[in-house]
Each structure stands twice: as structure tokens, then as C-alpha cells.
């Protein structure tokens, strides 16, 4: 057990994520953008689900749309690097309805849940270390967990399909997402602070 997640330890820390400078720059400007538009907040994440807030959705093309055209770039100049999962159906729907079920329920992601913990969320603490925990079950029993999740089909990506033409393809579904954002209209629903200040 013990060697299992040393050799864990041991991968991540193998792994070249490019300069650590621009991983805090990134993670900096990240907390800054949620902590503007607030979407760390429950009320914005409830509204995102019952399609009463588009301000996640909005920032979602806009976030994906720019990082791919960044990321691709930056993995050609050789600045970063990334790391294909293979795809497994069963481990995606298993995964994906425990990842929704949770976010459904907590009203963060692994991306706003750091921010609510930083701002004394004692629920969202709860969760993360219920995550961590969860992840290392996984982590220790992942040969069992790997005859549930099926076959390996393989790390393809989009960009398979399109060889010869990677940059081109990059850039129109990168454009094309932060048009979406642009043209999604802007619906905010009342948050916790909206809702003391009309009480006050």
C-alpha cells in the first residue's frame, strides 16, 4: 500500500508541467476571475443547473475556448506538456454520475472548491477530504476498480481526425467557443450577498 502511493508521489512529480512560474501566474489569475464573477458561491452553481444563471456556462466557452488555442501552442513551443487519459466508457459514466451527483449536492468543482475552503467554507472542507479519501481507495484498489470501468479504448483526441491540419482546427473550435460565451446572454440570479443586502 505504502509503495503504491509513493510510486504516485513519484509520477507527479516526474511529470513536466512547464515552468512553475507560469503554473502560479495562471492559478493566480484563475482565482482572480472566480473570485470576480463569483461563481464560488452555491447560488451561481444552482442557477448554472436550472438554467436561471449563465454566468458559469459563459465563463466555461470562454476558459476552454482560450486554453485550447494556449495550450496547443504552448505544448508546440514546447512550453507545456499534457497527458491524454485512455478512454474507458465504463469508468466515464461511473465517474461522470458520481461527478455530477457531488456537484449537484456540494454546489462547487474541483476548481471552485479550493476558493470556498480559502474563504472558510467548513462544508466544502468536509468534501474535499471526503475526495481525497475516495481518491485514495482508488488509488489502492485500482485493479479492481479497473475491471469496472472496461476496456481501454485507446488516448485519441479530436485532433486525430484532423492530421495536417492540427493548427487550423485549433484555433476555429478555440474562436468558435469564445463566440459562444460572447453570445450567450448574461442572466445572474440573486446571491447569498444580494439576498442579505435586500434583507438589511
Known sequence: MIERIM???????????????VVFLIGAVFGVIIQYTRIDKFEKIAGFATLKDTVVPKMLFMGIGLATIGLH????????SYHPKP?????????????????AIMGKCPGTGPVSIAEGRIDVLVGAIGGIFGGLVFTLYFDTFKTIMGESLGKGTLLTYFEGHENSVVLLFGIALVVISVVIPLRQEFDEADLQQLED
Open 73 to 80: 501552442f504552448m505544448v508546440d513551443a514546447g512550453l507545456a
Open 87 to 103: 478512454i474507458m466508457l465504463g469508468g466515464l459514466i461511473i465517474g461522470g454520475t458520481i461527478f455530477g451527483a457531488s456537484m
Open 7 to 21: 510510486d504516485m508521489f513519484t509520477t507527479v512529480a516526474n511529470e513536466s508541467h512547464g515552468s512553475l512560474l
